[in-house]
């Protein structure tokens, strides 16, 4: 799977000796969970409980998921960059595989915003 490549980019700024949960196990719960929809610690927690077989078919989560109080201390302890170089990669990795030149993430397909060489509706900037 092209994402847990790209989750080994991840730094965590937490000590060794509180890495219980590993933060690739963390962000790969998370990612998975708001592609689904669930963007709040809870519903995060909640959709890996209920998916937790799925999981460890990519990781073992031998430790089980952390609770929604430590999720969100993990992923604040994620150095950002990282985090965003790792996503960029994975949809880049997709978008070549497929041979996309832009991916929609809404699901639609935006054509003419732009034609003639006049300059790109309010709209269409924003999503630039």
Not at 46 to 75: C, K, Q, S, V
Not at 90 to 103: C, S
Request: aromatic fraction near 8%; glycine fraction near 6%.
């Amino acid at each position: 799977m092209i994402i847990i490549e790209q989750l080994k980019k991840v730094k965590d700024t937490r000590s060794h000796i509180n890495q219980v949960y590993p933060v690739m196990e963390v962000a790969f719960v998370v990612i998975t969970a708001m592609i689904c929809g669930q963007n709040k610690w809870t519903e995060i927690k909640d959709f890996g409980e209920g998916n937790i077989e799925w999981l460890r078919e990519y990781f073992p989560y031998e430790n089980g998921l952390p609770t929604r109080h430590n999720i969100a201390a993990i992923m604040r302890s994620v150095v950002p960059e990282t985090l965003l170089e790792a996503m960029v990669g994975w949809v880049n990795l997709h978008r070549e595989k497929h041979a996309q030149p832009i991916i929609s993430v809404d699901g639609k397909v935006l054509k003419g915003a732009k034609a003639n060489n006049s300059t790109p509706s309010i709209w269409f900037r924003h999503l630039m």
